[in-house]
């Protein structure tokens, strides 16, 4: 384990579970509520836009009324004190790292947040979001919530990539390592020579690619691996 030097953490649904919000692919995930193919790619919302809105919506509700738990609360003290850079990358659309001071790059979007899918102008989106809402910008009515589906690139790339490349930890915190790129970005990783620490509560795709494994739910292990590297900064 590094003693020194920058730190790429990764964090996907797993984070965000112990605060209520469900995850992807456990029992009962969204995925197995719902098919990709109907909600989560620009095909699903051009042919049934409310259908969307709808998954949305309710995944919102939820957000909004959900509050951060201990894991989200370490990385944050860990962003505060970390003496070298740290990039906090989140796969997830929930604010909950923004709700307990972190600072995140969402590769995937935000809930919160609509685009126009007419101008690509962006605003905050209220609670129930339809092709009824008019885009502040153009006035078109083709309101859509801002995330990256299937099939579309995430955003901020070139950030991140670079983060990878200057990194000397890279660290994935509850994601099961199936949906790329970011499942590819341990490999960014190790092939810049970082050491790489995957916190799950079980395996994941990507575990073979970890050098350090911490098992357990993230309210614990977070909050434990937080103290130790700030007892070594
Ligand atoms: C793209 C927004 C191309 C929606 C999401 C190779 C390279 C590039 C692309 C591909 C490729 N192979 C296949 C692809 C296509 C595709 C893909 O990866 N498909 C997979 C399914 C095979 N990728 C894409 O389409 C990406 N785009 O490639 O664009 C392109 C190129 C040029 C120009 C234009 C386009 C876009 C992917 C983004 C899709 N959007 N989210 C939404 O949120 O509704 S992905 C979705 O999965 C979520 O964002 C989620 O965050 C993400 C990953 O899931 P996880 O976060 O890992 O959640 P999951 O439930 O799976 O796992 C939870 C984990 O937590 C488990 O491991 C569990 O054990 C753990 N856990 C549970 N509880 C706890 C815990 N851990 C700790 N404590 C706990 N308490």
């Keep these: 384990m590094t003693k020194t030097g920058n730190i790429v953490i990764l964090t996907g ?5 112990e605060s209520g919000l469900s995850t992807f692919r456990d029992e009962n995930g ?5 098919r990709i193919e109907e909600v989560a790619t620009p095909e699903a919302f051009a042919r049934n836009p409310a259908r969307v809105h709808r998954f949305y919506n309710a995944r919102r509700k939820q957000a909004l009324h959900a509050m951060p738990n201990a894991a989200h609360h370490a990385l944050t003290e860990l962003q505060q004190k970390w003496p070298y850079d740290l990039l906090l ?10 709700k307990s001071g972190s600072r995140a790059v969402h590769m995937h979007g935000a809930l919160m947040r609509a685009l126009c899918a007419a101008c690509a ?15 502040p910008a153009c006035g078109a009515h083709t309101a859509r919530p801002d995330i990256v589906w299937f099939g579309e690139m995430p955003y901020h790339m070139q950030d991140i990539l670079s983060a990878l490349q200057n990194c ?17 970005f341990v490999q960014e990783a190790l092939s810049a020579g970082a050491a790489t620490v995957e916190l799950n509560l079980k395996d994941s795709d990507m575990s073979y690619a970890f050098q350090d494994q911490i098992t357990g739910p993230a309210s614990e292990t977070v909050p434990q691996w937080v103290g130790r590297l700030l007892s070594q900064a």
């Design 13 to 17: 649904a797993g984070i965000s579970a």
């Design 168 to 184: 000397d930890l890279f660290a994935a915190i509850g994601t099961s390592g199936q949906v790329y790129p970011a499942a590819g």
């Design 30 to 34: 969204l995925w197995a509520q719902h």
């Design 121 to 135: 102008h962006r605003w905050d989106s209220p609670a129930d979001l339809s092709v009824e809402d008019t885009c």
């Design 89 to 98: 990358v989140t796969q997830n659309v929930d604010d909950l790292h923004e």
